[in-house]
């Protein structure tokens, strides 16, 4: 079963413009992940926010936790074409194996 | 070779064969996953291991094997594949240091199955 659920499913937009993808969860995390993936490729991991954070930054990627909420935010500032992929977010829950769920995905495209 | 390798790229099956899909990681990363791609459904865990020696299995583990010999090699196996096992497979690795809640995972470049 999907911890995590992105939303929404498909985001497109114009090169320059911000695009916001959000994730909510479920079950107390120790930290969420957000990656991404390029049409037949493997998933790169962008950045990774721990519970006791509220904001991550790196690059042009800002990521907002709200754990009371059980819901993040990743923002891609200024999107570029080559921005266009799929972004998943994963939480992990900790325990002795730290295996991350990930949810089903947005698929961001970015017109030039 | 740096990062993850997954062989082969492609792969088209006769159902009821027997299949093994291989991954390699030359980074010396404690923890491996296995997971299969279908459109829809995300991301699901099929088997992992915490260590060299040791495997559990994920969300969907049936019809599918894995063992971990040493620390760089996690193979997938197949027993008698099934056409619901058709699928983009993807292999992981974490360093997975206990305590340092650093669990990024690094992924291979995948392994597209059909099974007829």
């Known amino acids: 079963s999907q911890q995590g659920e992105e939303d929404p499913q498909a985001l497109s937009i114009q090169e320059g413009e911000n695009a916001t993808m959000n994730c909510s969860y479920k079950?107390?995390?120790?930290?969420l992940q957000w990656y991404r993936q390029n049409s037949g490729r493997g998933l790169v991991h962008l950045i990774l926010i721990r519970s006791n954070e509220r904001e991550k930054h790196s690059g042009r990627l800002r990521v907002t936790l709200d754990t009371s909420k059980k819901s993040s935010s990743l923002l891609i500032t200024a999107s570029r074409a080559a921005d266009t992929a799929s972004y998943f977010c994963?939480?992990?829950?900790?325990?002795?194996?730290?295996?991350?769920?990930f949810g089903k995905g947005t698929l961001l495209t970015v017109n030039p | 070779i740096a990062g993850i390798t997954q062989a082969p790229t492609s792969q088209i099956l006769a159902a009821g064969r027997r299949m093994t899909l291989r991954c390699t990681q030359d980074m010396r990363h404690n923890a491996m996953y296995w997971y299969r791609q279908d459109l829809g459904l995300g991301l699901r865990l099929i088997h992992y291991s915490n260590t060299a020696g040791t495997t559990g299995k994920g969300e969907v583990p049936d019809g599918y094997s894995v063992s971990r010999a040493n620390t760089d090699d996690f193979p997938l196996t197949l027993a008698s594949a099934v056409p619901s096992q058709t699928s983009v497979y993807f292999c992981?690795?974490?360093?997975?240091?206990?305590?340092?809640?650093?669990?990024?995972?690094?992924f291979g470049p995948g392994t597209r199955l059909t099974v007829l």
């Open positions: 994963a939480t992990g829950s900790g325990g002795s194996n730290y295996k991350l769920t």
């Open positions: 992981a690795s974490s360093k997975q240091n206990a305590g340092a809640g650093n669990n990024e995972q690094f």
């Open positions: 079950t107390s995390i120790n930290n």
